[in-house]
């Protein structure tokens, strides 16, 4: 009798790169200010903007709540990264169901970062994360951060 391979829960996190913005010389600064008065001088990665790098923190996990349903997808979250690296403000931009949603939330809130930097000084930026929640047969790897 073979025997079945475990079933190992991966929630993969891939940083990706900030969306629509007005371009200003230098780099890129978040179309969205009209809507964030505490937000006039936050950039987005793009030109000469450095992308910050994610130094601490956990890689979200399959919630339990979604294991009976096996459901599977992406949630896209948009952090706000201050200069000295920490996560002030996280919003969700591409939900996938509300408990993946806060789960999401709750674990990007806590990260870390090396800060995003523009002309080697560093700069406050909105910085989109995805976070792909899928069940997989695996080999008893544990979470696996792809950043």
Not at 22 to 48: L, P, W
Not at 49 to 56: A, E, H, L, Q, W
């Amino acid at each position: 009798m073979k025997s079945r391979p475990s079933t190992t829960i991966l929630a993969l996190a891939i940083l990706a790169l900030g969306g629509g913005t007005a371009v200003v010389a230098g780099g890129a600064k978040c179309a969205n200010n009209d809507r964030h008065a505490n937000h006039a001088d936050v950039y987005v990665v793009e030109g000469d903007v450095m992308k910050p790098v994610r130094t601490g923190g956990e890689v979200p996990t399959y919630p339990e709540s979604g294991k009976k349903e096996r459901l599977q997808g992406s949630v896209v979250a948009r952090l706000l990264i201050e200069k000295d690296g920490t996560v002030s403000d996280a919003e969700i931009v591409r939900p996938l169901r509300q408990d993946f949603d806060a789960h999401t939330l709750e674990v990007v809130r806590q990260w870390s970062f090396e800060p995003a930097t523009l002309d080697d000084e560093p700069v406050r930026v909105h910085y989109d994360i995805t976070v792909n929640y899928r069940l997989d047969g695996g080999d008893g790897n544990e979470g696996r951060d792809e950043t």
